[in-house]
């Protein structure tokens, strides 16, 4: 729906790429004192666009194709130690039904 909307909208040029960002995570409170930080909400816009329910994620729509790309944060592995499975950009493809995944840290490059 939100392809085809636009593409019907003339003043936006032709060859155009949505761009959305996700909700962040929002770390620890300070002075808090325990591992739990404040419950993470997903921006709304983003999650409706790609259902996306993880922070830190990116998410585009190349209006002449059609294609949804997501952008998902380079985890260290440190990260599985206390949050388990780090999943894969397949993992992430197949869960989100987008047509590619790259990491955050490749955006700026990739839709040059």
Same mark, same amino acid.
């Given at each position: *729906?939100?392809?085809? *909307?636009? #593409?019907? #909208?003339? #003043?936006i040029p032709k @060859?155009?790429?949505?761009?959305?960002? @996700?909700?962040?995570?929002?770390?620890?409170c300070e002075g808090?004192?325990?591992? %739990? @930080?404040?419950?993470?909400?997903? /921006?709304?816009?983003?999650?409706?666009?790609?259902?996306?329910? /993880?922070?830190?994620?990116?998410?585009?729509?190349? &209006?002449?194709?059609?294609?949804?790309?997501?952008y998902m944060p380079? &985890?260290?592995?440190?990260?599985?130690?206390?949050?388990?499975?780090?999943?894969?950009?397949? /993992?992430?493809? +197949? *869960?989100?039904? %987008?047509? +590619?995944?790259?990491?955050?840290? +490749?955006?700026?490059?990739?839709? *040059?």
């Amino acid at each position: *729906r939100l392809v085809d *909307r636009l #593409n019907k #909208n003339k #003043n936006i040029p032709k @060859g155009s790429v949505v761009l959305l960002q @996700g909700g962040g995570d929002q770390g620890v409170c300070e002075g808090d004192s325990s591992d %739990v @930080g404040p419950v993470f909400r997903q /921006e709304s816009y983003f999650h409706w666009t790609f259902g996306v329910l /993880e922070p830190d994620y990116f998410g585009a729509v190349d &209006l002449a194709t059609g294609r949804s790309i997501l952008y998902m944060p380079r &985890l260290l592995e440190d990260y599985a130690i206390i949050m388990g499975h780090i999943p894969t950009a397949q /993992e992430i493809a +197949e *869960r989100y039904r %987008v047509d +590619e995944v790259r990491y955050v840290d +490749e955006l700026p490059d990739h839709l *040059r």
